[in-house]
């Protein structure tokens, strides 16, 4: 592991666990066991750690999601949870400590969400044959509000939100005038 990936990895779980605002650069060191000198080297800045961390949990927790169907959709989401913790939606919670004044952590918060949308309308065409983006942003707040209630509900968030989108893509099928498996 280079130094670098030391520092985002150590960086993401202190972030993840203890929030944007009140992790200093010195905590962030500590927890990679680098000095600020390589620190700063290897990241730039504290903004663009926190971009380079972004882009690196978005591009993980897309490949961690079947694009199969909605059921296994959310079965990956319940596993995601399992192994990286039900904290809510990290970028949203960057978004919001961080602020509108980083227009990177405001890029990516937006670049996650349509890839988010845009894997769920992959699933929905996989389910249904044919692409709903209706039915796509009726699962996304499905998706989304699994993400945040499992902080405090745990994987029965998640059962929840499968079952509800189970039922509108019955609903979906039946309006096509075909059977739902």
């Known amino acids: 592991m280079t130094d670098t990936d030391a520092i985002l990895s150590a960086a993401e779980k202190l972030l993840d666990r203890n929030g944007f605002s009140a992790t200093s650069i010195d905590r962030l060191t500590d927890a990679a066991g680098v000095s600020s000198r390589t620190f700063y080297k290897h990241v730039g800045s504290r903004q663009a750690l926190i971009a380079a961390i972004l882009d690196a949990r978005a591009k993980r927790f897309l490949a961690a999601m079947p694009r199969t169907g909605t059921d296994a959709l959310f079965a990956a989401l319940g596993d995601w949870f399992e192994t990286q913790g039900a904290n809510g939606c ?36 996989s389910d249904l044959g044919r692409r709903d983006d209706a039915l796509a942003g009726q699962i996304l707040i499905l998706f989304e509000g699994a993400t945040h209630a499992a902080v405090y509900r745990g994987r029965a968030a998640v059962a929840d939100a499968r079952a509800a989108a189970a039922t509108l893509l019955a609903a979906a099928h039946i309006r096509s005038g075909a059977a739902y498996a």
């Open 90 to 125: 990290f970028f949203l919670r960057a978004a919001r400590e961080i602020g509108e004044g980083d227009a990177r952590a405001q890029t990516r918060l937006t670049a996650q969400k349509q890839q988010t949308l845009d894997l769920i309308g992959d699933c929905v065409a």
